[in-house]
């Protein structure tokens, strides 16, 4: 394991945008929070205070919301041709892309991930959800209804837009959570408060001067940075916003449901996850270890769909466990800026002592640390890749979601399907399982019996914006991506005229 922690340098577009005071996006206009208070932005890497920026409450959660309502009910988005609001859209994706390594170097910085990462999946995959999405603008048809009813019936259907939108987004994948919730949005005609994560609200305000710029009218998108428990609870709780689309924890999620109560605002969730990787004898073995290591390590394993728990055939376990410690052996930790680096810090230090806490944990209850189990360096939140061979259901780390680079092995000798899907529902979660054969049968049998929204055959964590995803049971309500997510974003009107 190679240790590579100093910063290099941004680049000039990146170093100037930070150089800038930030501030909320209001009705077209970059103002200060209400109360004037700032807080301020870490590199968690070096632990130094890279940025302020405003912090946002229910004052300026109200002003923000009142400007979606005006931009929703009157003014020039409320009249727009479906084919101006795609063009719109897909201007975002070339923006995007014409500002890409600025992109990826600011989400780098502020979040710790590797910046070769940021460049091809977050920002890439953003790029590609803009362009996905545009095409839904003018796609959302409804339907002619035969009806039995006596009388000339003529009755048909209308997709309209929701409303005002609010969006509450993590801090894993920053950019790519504010595409995943704005692109679909703004295809369906709503209008938007985003509230990114108070550990990585950069690349969500960069990217308001892109929505400027690409020509979006005032008040369609409002970016309102701030903590969890003001401006995230004030939007959640707000009784003019129509409908609240949230990622991040499952506690907070069951918040969400609660306050969305008040006036029955409708709700999206995609929320925690204890997703299983299973290894079956016939696996291509060596693809099944590459796999499932990236499964874990990639993003420090802050993914909701990360492979924490790892299934092998007690006739490949040794194998599994020994190629996925030689693979975290290989990766090369150091500050995300470096384009060598594997891994970074992970994102704030709350989560690094949660998963240092989870180590501690996961050694009492009796797991064998095959390797890692540390934190490398005296600065930045670092965690080594780390092996626990020899866990057990019972034991906290296998139940609970770590979101660090910490897989639990498991075996199983069982070659009944079921009893394999046993093991792999054995958890509140059911967000992504992989499935590692070359046995067509065991693939899609395993496939039906998971209970799980994504089910990967040989290859996990990947997505698509034409894909739908999302959570059973606690890991969330609804799918985001494909052509599930434009129900979350329109309403369905009949109309029945009696002729
Ligand atoms: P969190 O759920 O508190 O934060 C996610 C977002 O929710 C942030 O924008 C935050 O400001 C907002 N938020 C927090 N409290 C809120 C409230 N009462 N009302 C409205 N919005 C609120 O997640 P946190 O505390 O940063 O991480 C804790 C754990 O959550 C992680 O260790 C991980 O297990 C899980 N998590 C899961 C994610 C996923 O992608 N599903 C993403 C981030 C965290
Ligand atoms: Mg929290």
Known sequence: MTIAIRKPSL???????????HKLLIDGKWV???SGETFPVEDPATEEVIAHVPAGDKADVDAAVAAARRAFESGPWSRILPGDRSRLVWRLGDLLEQHADEFAELEALDNGKPVTNARRDDVQGSINMFRYMAGWSTRLTGETIPVSSPGNWHVYTLREPVGVVGQIIPWNFPLMMAAWKLAPALAAGCTIVLKPAEQTPLTALRFGELIQEAGFPDGVVNIITGYGETAGAALANHPDVDKVAFTGSTEVGKLIVKAAAGNLKRVSLELGGKSPAIVFPDADIDRAISGTASAIFYNQGQCCTA???????????????????????????GHGLDPNVNLGPLVSKEQHNRVRGFLESGRKEGAEVVTGGNVP????????????????????VVREEIFGPVVCVQSFDDDDLEAVAKFANDTEYGLQASVWTRNLKVAHMMARKIRAGTICINNHNYGDPAWPFGGYKQSGWGREMGKEVMEH?????AIAALH
Not at 380 to 394: C, H, I, K, M, S
Not at 489 to 493: I, L
Request: aromatic letters at 10%.
């Open 11 to 21: 680049g000039s577009a990146a170093t100037a945008f930070l150089a800038k005071p």
């Open 489 to 493: 974003y329109t309403e369905t009107k």
């Open 307 to 333: 492979g924490s728990r790892l299934f092998a055939h007690k006739s490949v376990y040794d194998r599994v466990v020994e190629g996925v410690s030689a693979e975290a052996g290989k990766i090369k930790i």
């Open 32 to 34: 200060d929070a209400k």
């Open 377 to 396: 360096g005296n600065q930045g939140y670092f965690v080594e890749p780390t092996v626990l061979a020899n866990t057990n259901r019972d034991m906290r």
